[in-house]
C-alpha cells in the first residue's frame, strides 16, 4: 500500500471546520509540524493559550479525518498554544517558522485519571525494581493501577512481571495491553524479540514511546505508572512535555555519583513544571542474609539529605536484600508474592505516601499541567 502524502492529509484536513471561527483549520493556518513515516503521522494544531481543553473535540476530528485516509496507520494530533493565534484566513505558517511558541499542550490519555513517572539520574539504581512493586503496591491499596515500560533500549517490565507473549490488536489500531498480577501493562519489550538490539534515532524512539502510551485500551485507571528509561534525554522530555504527568517519583542510591544525577532529574521536571512526589533511596543498605548483619555499601541517607537540601519530598528507604533481586529476576514482585515481608513493608510505604501526594494534588487542582512558553 502507498505511504499517504503530505497534500493528502492537508486536503483530509481542509474538512474539518473550528465551528468558533466558521472555517476550516488548514485555511486559519492551524495546522504545522506535519509529519509522515511509515504511515504514522503527526502534526500540531495551533490554538490560543486560553482555549486548552475547549478544542479538545477539534484534535480529535482531525485525527479521526486523517485516519480514514488509506495508507495511514497511526495519527497523533496535539494542541499547540501560541502567544498570538493566527488571524482568521491567514496563510498557514511553515512549520519551520521560528515564531515564539508554547510547548504542545499535554493531551489527556482517555480513562487515566493520574500518571506517575518513575525517573533516575543514571542507570544502575533499581528504578524498574521500584516502578514495579510500587505499581503492584498502589493496587494493593485498593487503586486501578497501569504500568508502562518506556525504555525503549532496554525494557524490563516484562521479565519483572513475568509476562510473555505478544499483545493483541483487534481493530489493527489499539493494542490490548499485557496483564500481570491483575495490572495491564505495555513495553516495547513485548513487540521484538529479547535479544534484538533497538538501534533507533530520537525521533523514532519518541514516536514508539507515543504510541506505546496512547494506542493500547488501557481501560479506566485511578494511577498510570510509567518507568522512564534512566538519564534527562529524549525519551524524557518526549513524555514531560507531551503526557499530562501529574507528578514524578525519583530513584538514587545513597552514593555521591547517583546523587548528583538526582539534581538534574529534578532540575529537568522543574524545567516542565512536572511536581517531584519525591526521592527513593534504593539500595539504602546491606542486610546480610545469613547474619543479619547490616552494612551501607553505598553509604546511607544521602538522598534524605538531599532532598531535605533540595525541598523536595523524601519517600522512603529500600534496603540492598538479595531477595528483593531474587523476586525482581524471577518475574514474581516481593510486594505481591512476600506481602507480609520487611521488603514488601517498605515498597507499601512509598506506595501510600505517593498516594496521599496524588489526593492532595487533585484537591489542590495540580493535576492539569500547565504550557510552558518555550523562549
Not at 31 to 41: F, K, N, P, Q
Amino acid at each position: 500500500m502507498p505511504e499517504v502524502s503530505k497534500e493528502e492529509v492537508l486536503a483530509a484536513l481542509t474538512g474539518v471546520n473550528d465551528p468558533e471561527r466558521g472555517a476550516d483549520v488548514v485555511s486559519l493556518g492551524m495546522i504545522s509540524g506535519l509529519a509522515m513515516r511509515d504511515g504514522h503521522v503527526t502534526f500540531a494544531i495551533e490554538i490560543k493559550p486560553e482555549e486548552g481543553a475547549r478544542k479538545e473535540p477539534l484534535r480529535r476530528a482531525c485525527e479521526q479525518a486523517v485516519d480514514r485516509l488509506p495508507g495511514v496507520l497511526s495519527v497523533t494530533a496535539v494542541l499547540t498554544a501560541h502567544r498570538e493565534g493566527p488571524a482568521p484566513g491567514a496563510a498557514p505558517r511553515a512549520a519551520t517558522g521560528s515564531t515564539p511558541r508554547a510547548a504542545p499542550s499535554r493531551p489527556e490519555i482517555a480513562g487515566v485519571r493520574t500518571i506517575v513517572a518513575v525517573a533516575s539520574g543514571k542507570g544502575g539504581v533499581g528504578k524498574s525494581t521500584v516502578a514495579v512493586n510500587l505499581a503492584l503496591g498502589l493496587k494493593r491499596l485498593g487503586l486501578r493501577v497501569g504500568l508502562m515500560d518506556s525504555d525503549i533500549y532496554g525494557p524490563s517490565v516484562p521479565r519483572m512481571m513475568g509476562i510473555e507473549g505478544r499483545p493483541q490488536s483487534p481493530d489493527g489500531k489499539r493494542v490490548e495491553p499485557m496483564v500481570g498480577y491483575g495490572i495491564p501493562t505495555m513495553s516495547i519489550g513485548y513487540l521484538v524479540p529479547r535479544d534484538t538490539p533497538m538501534i533507533w534515532r530520537g525521533p523514532m524512539v519518541q514516536s514508539a514511546i507515543e504510541q506505546l502510551l496512547r494506542e493500547v485500551n488501557w481501560g479506566e485507571l485511578d494511577v498510570l505508572v510509567i518507568d522512564l528509561p534512566p538519564g534527562t534525554g529524549d525519551a524524557q522530555l518526549t513524555l514531560s512535555q507531551r503526557v499530562p504527568l501529574t507528578g514524578a517519583v525519583i530513584v538514587s542510591t545513597p552514593q555521591d555519583v547517583a546523587l548528583l544525577d538526582v539534581r538534574k532529574g529534578i532540575a529537568m521536571f522543574e524545567r516542565v513544571n512536572v511536581p517531584v512526589l519525591g526521592i527513593v533511596e534504593n539500595m539504602s543498605y546491606f542486610v546480610c542474609p545469613h547474619c543479619s548483619g547490616r552494612t551501607d555499601i553505598f553509604g546511607h541517607g544521602g538522598a534524605r539529605a538531599t532532598a531535605a537540601e533540595l525541598g523536595a519530598p523524601f519517600l522512603g528507604e529500600i534496603p540492598l536484600r538479595l531477595v528483593i533481586r531474587e523476586t525482581s529476576d524471577a518475574g514474581t514482585p516481593i510486594v505481591v508474592t512476600a506481602p507480609d515481608s520487611e521488603e514488601a513493608a517498605a515498597f507499601m510505604a512509598i506506595a501510600a505516601d505517593v498516594a496521599g501526594r496524588l489526593d492532595r494534588l487533585a484537591e489542590e487542582g495540580a493535576a492539569q499541567a500547565p504550557r510552558i512558553v518555550i523562549q
